[in-house]
């Protein structure tokens, strides 16, 4: 061995053992015995952010449990409730590109402390309707009193003075505007509360606190939903009257909540939230971890002590790249064929699952004779967490098997498909309609009366001067439920504590009754015995296929992020944000509510003539519009998920493809040098010094 080369040998054992020296980075904390400065008061904006999430959730929650309640308030029919539920998402679309751009460069706590503020007067103004509307009256009709002739026009009397002061009809304004206003409110808790974390926690840290913010917003709209049940069981003008003289049951019909009781809880949890934020500094000190790490990504609109101020010259020429990017980057994007893909069947079947929940209450009710109060009770209680653990067990899944973006668009699609069958399943599990004299059959009850043939006059009632504009449903002892008492031809009337009993009802003797008594109580029949029975499969069918939905639901997001290119995915789930609030958010409630206003069989109408609510649905034709639109947007996005898989696999084994031949080169390459390497003589060659092996 010559002296040159013993010399380069020396050289390089020499700078591999002395430590490289790495640059020096002004650090907050070097001792790891020391606590951190900032971690209070991170904690305390974790503990901050998570409240917001959770009241959020909890008023959405709760705005879905009392759709039903508020079209009956407001004689509104259901295509009207879809514009108000719509509302949320066009408040936020409203401001989400200012305060997500704008918003990082100022101080984000106090920005989200005036959202929370913003959300608690929207959530207020929603109940702001009852304390101006005037009391529902809390029985039908006087006791002891001729129904046909006095009561009618004592009716009729009071319609024709009430009618030019009634303004309750348009007071849905104020619940829409109120929903508006949580959108704009709810806008920078999501985007400025998420990169606050992340910007300022240990990497480590970073995203289990994210994490048990979104278990939070989870657990929201269950509390949401059951504060719904609790509420629709008290009369909606509780402490304005006296309760013993309602002579109806929740059950009812006509029975209307508190549908604005929980909205008041809800904004005070909103406004009572902001209270920390404003408290917070503007920054917090970052743990040294995050300072030495090359690979994490810091904002870049975070300005504190130990960052640079960006020229405004700088900062404009940064400000005109980004704006001549824009457009290249949305090209980019939707030039992908799987992103595309996967954001159209995105879209339509959250076109499908948004119009299932907004009016699965109203089904409920309608289908299966439930009440409001138990119908949210179920949904908070057994479909959401079925959700949750859904969402849960996917990224469960992703992570013990390490799923690929192939196998993650396979449980995407398997999912989907196996969640739509199931919800097929539920056509067969519904039950018939009631037995409504002159809707759905005759007077004699003996058959169906098709659309033509419905009225609600007969023989039997035809010298009683009623209106077939009211909707004050009687049970006769026959099973049958009439329209009102009028309409069933009764003559008086008794009451027996909150029990209102009619009798000498003549239609009520036309059809034969069991125990051959003319009379009638307040409300209306119950189904056949068969329906409870149905209701308890629905609920099981139901709850599996909440879960088979939402078990796709994270390997999905895996496959949006992995199908990009990295520097796009802000961008990307920006895209997809405003494509699914705005094709789907919007839309969906309203066109749902139109299509089940079709299967309306008798319609209110407000004291001035106006046609209000829905009083009673076509059992038969509510499941199929239901249901169907359901499962005909699903089908459709599975055909798209379809498309996604075959575009993916296609470019997925086109792509190991290429990279085959490579592969087996660099592994001979491997294979060669090892053996060189494996000579006595290997220091003397440069690509056997350590490090280089990598260098292929």
């Excluded at 929207?122 to 002739?149: K, R």
């Excluded at 974390?197 to 939903?225: K, M, R």
């Excluded at 909540?257 to 408290?279: E, N, Q």
């Amino acid at each position: 061995m010559d002296t040159s080369s013993k010399e380069n040998i020396q050289l390089f054992c020499k700078n591999s053992v002395q430590p490289v020296e790495r640059p020096s980075y002004k650090t907050e904390y070097s001792s790891s015995e020391e606590k951190p400065p900032c971690c209070g008061e991170l904690k305390v904006f974790l503990g901050a952010l998570s409240f917001v999430y959770f009241a959020k959730a909890l008023a959405e929650g709760y705005l879905k449990s009392t759709i039903t309640q508020i079209e009956r308030r407001f004689e509104i029919p259901s295509s009207l409730v879809g514009v108000i539920d719509g509302s949320f998402e066009i408040g936020n679309l409203l401001v989400i590109t200012f305060v997500s751009y704008f918003g990082a460069r100022l101080h984000r706590p106090k920005i989200i402390g005036a959202g929370c503020l913003v959300m608690g007067v929207g959530t207020l103004l929603i109940a702001l309707p009852h304390l101006f509307m005037q009391h529902i009256s809390p029985c039908f009709l006087e006791s002891n009193s001729q129904l046909p002739t006095s009561v009618m026009e004592k009716a009729h009397s009071k319609i024709n003075n009430e009618c030019e002061v009634d303004t309750s009809s348009s007071m849905w304004v104020y619940v829409f505007l109120g929903n508006l206003l949580r959108g704009i409110g709810e806008t920078p808790i999501q985007p400025l509360g998420i990169t606050y974390l992340d910007d300022f926690a240990s990497e480590d840290n970073a995203a289990f606190y994210i994490g048990c913010v979104q278990t939070v917003a989870i657990i929201g709209p269950i509390f949401g939903f059951l504060l719904g049940s609790l509420c629709a069981k008290l009369y909606v003008d509780i402490g304005f009257v006296n309760l013993d003289h309602i002579t109806i049951t929740p059950k009812d019909p006509q029975w209307v909540g508190a549908w604005w009781l929980g909205y008041l809880i809800a904004g005070v949890l909103s406004l009572v939230a902001a209270v920390p934020f404003w408290c917070l500094p503007k920054s917090l000190l970052r743990p040294q971890s995050r300072e030495d790490s090359s690979s994490s990504e810091k904002s870049k609109f975070i300005i504190d002590d130990h960052t640079e101020y960006q020229t405004p010259h700088r900062e404009k020429a940064k400000i005109m790249e980004m704006a001549r990017d824009f457009l290249p980057s949305l090209k980019n994007l939707f030039g992908n064929p799987v992103y595309f893909l996967y954001l159209c069947a995105s879209t339509l079947q959250f076109n499908s699952l948004f119009g299932m929940v907004t009016y699965k209450p109203k089904y409920i009710e309608q289908q299966y004779g439930q009440s409001p109060s138990k119908a949210n009770f179920v949904i908070g209680l057994i479909n959401i967490p079925a959700v949750a653990l859904g969402i849960f067990s996917g990224g469960i899944v992703m992570k013990k098997f390490r799923i690929s973006i192939f196998g993650a668009a396979k449980i995407y699609l398997g999912s989907s498909a196996l969640g739509y069958l199931l919800l097929l399943s539920l056509l067969a599990l519904g039950c018939e309609n009631s037995d409504v004299a002159g809707l759905t059959v005759s007077y004699q009850g003996t058959k169906p009366v098709s659309y033509h043939e419905r009225a609600l006059f007969s023989d039997c009632n035809s010298r009683c001067k009623c209106s077939e504009t009211n909707w004050e449903p009687m049970c006769g002892e026959n099973g049958i439920t009439y329209a009102s008492a009028c309409l069933a031809g009764c003559q008086t009337s008794t009451r027996s504590g909150k029990t209102t009993i009619f009798h000498n009802c003549t239609c009520v003797g036309i059809a034969a009754s069991m125990s051959g008594n003319f009379s009638g109580t307040v409300g209306r029949c119950q189904k056949d015995n068969e329906c409870p029975k149905m209701f308890l499969y629905f609920l099981v069918v139901s709850v599996i296929t909440s879960y088979t939905l939402s078990l796709g639901g994270t390997p999905g997001y895996i496959l949006l992020l992995r199908c990009i290119k990295p520097q796009l995915k802000s961008f990307a789930l920006g895209i997809y944000t405003l494509a699914i609030r705005v094709l789907a958010g919007i839309p969906a409630p309203v066109y749902f509510g139109v299509l089940i206003d079709t299967s309306c069989l008798k319609w209110g109408f407000q004291r001035c003539g106006s046609r209000g609510s829905c009083r009673l649905y076509d059992s038969n034709a509510f499941r199929h519009i239901y249901l169907g639109l359901t499962m005909l947007l699903g089908v459709m996005s599975i055909f798209l998920s379809i498309a996604v898989l075959y575009t993916l696999k296609k470019n997925y084994v086109s792509k190991h493809r290429s990279l085959r031949p490579r592969r087996e080169r660099t592994m001979t390459s491997v294979r060669i040098r090892k053996e060189s390497c494996a000579t006595s003589d290997h220091l003397l060659q440069p690509s056997c010094w350590p490090g280089k092996e990598t260098q292929l």
